[in-house]
């Protein structure tokens, strides 16, 4: 499962973070793509669509199928997830296991856009929401099973937001496509966009004040700490739940006085959707509505599938940076591509590699005495 939202500081400038849960861990690639690079989106029994990206891309990927000795992963084997463009345009995935159904069908001579190559296509092609958005109006895409999870047709939402706070999400239900505007800039998974929005009418009595008095009779009760005002946020780690949850925090959380505290705070919103392994488990027998990736799949002796933060990312689109950190680790890695933009050549490496600790500073307060 994921949670998604936008963020603005105290100038106006717009911010974007979001968590990925999966029940394992997957060979995930921070993946640079240069202006100029060239890729390829095809659909059986149509003509292939080439893409040629007009603006850089930096981005979390994963492959689409399995490797084998003959066929080794090249990068064109990788979609992206998650990534950020040198214009400030996000493009996000978020499980939505509800996404299939029978399509309407695209003249064969017309080249058609897969829905696993949306990544690649908006943040190579274009600048803002509106200009995605435009696009699809033109541009087919169709969706196609994906044999890493079981054959089931490209089960996700997307998401777009921008350097301007814009936001929409990409929807499929049952083959039928809608773009919607995100007045909220939030998004979990399932059930449909719009029925989130519908729910949040149950949730007008939120506000980030806190009452901790009241009188019952002539017995006056205070509430002995402050936090009373989130009593009412769903606890649950559903969809349903997250969504609120987010909604909350990206419209009561105090606007942040620059961009690096900005992203600080980010950093905090998105610590509440962090999720430990075995905080909540799933019996086999007992169903369980989570995606499950086959030839990636970690070994382990537990007789239960357990949902976990996989990574998290921050997105400040303003100043391009790009901010990722995985489960093992308690820090954010950075990646800048401003100053990527002399690099002409594709190039990736393994998430993995970013992993690490907290930072020792033992040595630094060793023989430091207090005066």
């Known amino acids: 499962m994921c949670t998604s939202l936008g963020y603005k500081d105290a100038a106006g400038n717009a911010y974007f973070g979001r968590t990925l849960e999966l029940t394992t861990d997957l060979p995930y690639q921070v993946v640079y793509l240069p202006a100029g690079h060239e890729a390829t989106s095809q659909i059986p029994g149509h003509p292939p669509l080439k893409l040629v990206a007009r603006h850089a891309i930096l981005a979390v990927t994963m492959p689409y199928r399995v490797p084998t000795p003959q066929m080794p992963l090249t990068i064109s084997d990788f979609k992206i997830l998650e990534g950020l463009n040198d214009q400030g345009l996000t493009f996000s995935l978020l499980s939505y296991p509800a996404a299939g159904g029978r399509q309407?069908?695209?003249?064969?001579?017309?080249?058609?856009?897969?829905?696993?190559?949306?990544?690649?296509?908006?943040?190579?092609?274009?600048?803002?929401?509106?200009?995605?958005?435009?696009?699809?109006?033109?541009?087919?895409?169709?969706?196609?099973?994906?044999?890493?999870?079981?054959?089931?047709?490209?089960?996700?939402?997307?998401?777009?937001?921008?350097?301007?706070?814009?936001?929409?999400?990409?929807?499929?239900?049952?083959?039928?496509?809608?773009?919607?505007?995100?007045?909220?800039?939030?998004?979990?998974?399932?059930?449909?966009?719009?029925?989130?929005?519908?729910?949040?009418?149950?949730?007008?009595?939120?506000?980030?004040?806190?009452?901790?008095?009241?009188?019952?009779?002539?017995?006056?009760?205070?509430?002995?700490?402050?936090?009373?005002?989130?009593?009412?946020?769903?606890?649950?780690?559903?969809?349903?739940?997250?969504?609120?949850?987010?909604?909350?925090?990206?419209?009561?959380?105090?606007?942040?006085?620059?961009?690096d505290l900005a992203v600080q705070t980010l950093a905090h919103i998105l610590n509440t959707f962090d999720r430990p392994r075995g905080a909540t488990i799933d019996y086999p027998d007992q169903g369980g509505g989570h995606l499950e990736v086959q030839g990636l799949a970690q070994g382990g002796a537990e007789p239960y599938a357990t949902e976990f933060t996989c990574w998290t990312s921050l997105s400040d689109l303003d100043r391009k940076q790009f901010f990722v950190r995985d489960y093992r680790s308690l820090n954010f890695t950075c990646f800048d591509l401003k100053a990527l933009a002399g690099t002409g050549a594709a190039a990736m490496i393994p998430l993995q590699k970013l992993s690490g600790g907290p930072v020792d500073a033992t040595g630094l307060l060793a023989g430091k005495t207090a005066h």
Do not use: C
């Open 104 to 259: 309407t069908s695209v003249d064969v001579t017309q080249a058609v856009l897969s829905a696993s190559d949306l990544g690649v296509w908006a943040l190579g092609q274009f600048a803002s929401v509106a200009d995605v958005k435009a696009a699809l109006a033109e541009q087919p895409v169709m969706l196609q099973p994906l044999a890493l999870l079981g054959g089931v047709e490209s089960p996700f939402h997307y998401v777009v937001h921008d350097a301007t706070g814009a936001a929409a999400v990409i929807e499929f239900d049952h083959g039928t496509m809608t773009v919607y505007d995100n007045p909220v800039g939030v998004m979990t998974n399932g059930p449909k966009f719009d029925w989130h929005l519908t729910n949040l009418g149950n949730y007008t009595f939120l506000s980030n004040v806190d009452k901790s008095s009241a009188t019952f009779g002539t017995y006056k009760a205070v509430q002995p700490d402050s936090g009373i005002a989130t009593a009412g946020l769903p606890a649950s780690n559903t969809s349903v739940g997250r969504f609120v949850r987010a909604a909350f925090y990206a419209q009561f959380t105090e606007k942040a006085a620059s961009p």
